[in-house]
């Protein structure tokens, strides 16, 4: 019974611990003033195996990127796929929020 | 059975036609900038000018396209097909926190058959375009030239918008401004007050020209990102 609750913390830890590792990544935006334009953004984030969720914010010039749980985005590869669709990355900011709380900080500052 | 064959063929060829139609879009768009790794399907309609065409970003700053259209003048004393390749180069690109600049080169070769000439004839088209733009104001200048054994015809197009309020990506954007162009040939600048929508991957243009030549001519740009 001992062991079986030993385990049963072993997991609950464990799982605790991968949820804290499930970030959102801040990234700020040069030139990003058209949302036809940064459709492509949104794309080439989704695209990526370990993107959850994605969120474009032309006012904020932030695009948002979530992982997934227990998996990592490489700022380097986010760099490169925003380059590519005609941008520039001025910096990336790693979050523990999710996209909606993003979502959320972003319309309250609008307002 | 015949008779829902026949229906059924019938169909079909309202859609087909109604797609070559479509297809007939227009040079003031030719050039359009595609972001790597994206396919756009753009197709313009105007009285005088039509083209239909797929662009594909290849590189951060080379997109290629096909295309197929139709142009002729305000009095239809021309009517030419043209059907042509391109590939269109970012050459120049500025930032700032609000704003985004661009030039671009673009050319290509065409095929072209029409009434003023016999055959199929080969030739080359190709042109410059710059933009810039911010969320409230849009501005652009382009040319593009066709060049072949049987025409050498070219056009300029200078677009100015505005938009009335601030939209943020999940939003409808909406603009309106000014669309003047002049083409070889023509006696009067086409003036076409315009209005754009977008939202994420889809985008549309409307305008009615309204000087003398072209009063009431409508046109009409959609397209689409993939």
């Not at chain 2, 049987?150 to 309020?165: I, T």
């Not at chain 2, 401004?177 to 600048?189: F, L, N, P």
Request: charged letters at 20%; aromatic letters at 12%; a positive charge.
């Amino acid at each position: 019974m001992k062991n079986f609750s030993l385990i049963t913390l072993f997991i609950a830890a464990a799982f605790g611990a991968q949820a804290s590792f499930a970030d959102t990544l801040k990234i700020k935006v040069d030139g990003m003033v058209c949302g036809f334009c940064a459709s492509s953004i949104e794309k080439k984030m989704r695209a990526n195996q370990a993107t959850a969720d994605v969120y474009v914010s032309l006012e904020n010039k932030i695009v948002a990127v979530s992982e997934k749980t227990g998996q990592t985005l490489d700022d380097a590869v986010l760099k490169a796929q925003i380059a590519d669709s005609g941008y520039e990355v001025k910096t990336i900011e790693r979050v523990s929020a999710s996209i909606a709380d993003v979502r959320a900080a972003t319309k309250a500052k609008k307002t | 059975m015949k008779q829902q064959f026949l229906l059924s063929m019938r169909r079909w060829q309202r859609v087909t036609t109604a797609l070559i139609a479509a297809a007939l879009a227009s040079s003031a768009y030719a050039g359009f900038f595609i972001p790597k790794d994206s396919t756009m399907v753009m197709g313009m309609y105007s009285p005088t000018e039509s083209m239909f065409e797929v662009s594909h970003g290849v590189t951060r700053d080379t997109s290629i396209a096909v295309g197929v259209g139709n142009m002729t003048d305000t009095l239809r004393s021309y009517r030419w097909k043209v059907a042509h390749a391109q590939a269109t180069k970012l050459v120049g690109r500025v930032y700032n926190e609000d704003g985004i600049g661009n030039a671009y080169v673009f050319a290509g070769p065409l095929v072209a058959t029409g009434n003023t000439f016999d055959g199929t004839r080969y030739g080359v088209h190709g042109g410059v375009w710059a933009d810039y733009e911010t969320r409230r104001v849009y501005g652009r200048v382009s040319w593009h030239g066709y060049k072949n054994s049987a025409f050498a015809w070219n056009e300029v197009v200078v677009q100015a918008m505005l938009a009335p309020y601030l939209a943020d990506y999940e939003d409808v954007a909406s603009w309106g401004g000014m669309q003047v162009k002049r083409r070889t040939g023509e006696t009067q600048m086409e003036l076409t007050p315009f209005v754009r929508f977008f939202k994420k991957d889809w985008w549309i243009d409307a305008g009615v020209s309204v000087n003398r030549a072209n009063r009431k001519d409508i046109f009409v740009n959609v397209m689409h990102l993939f």
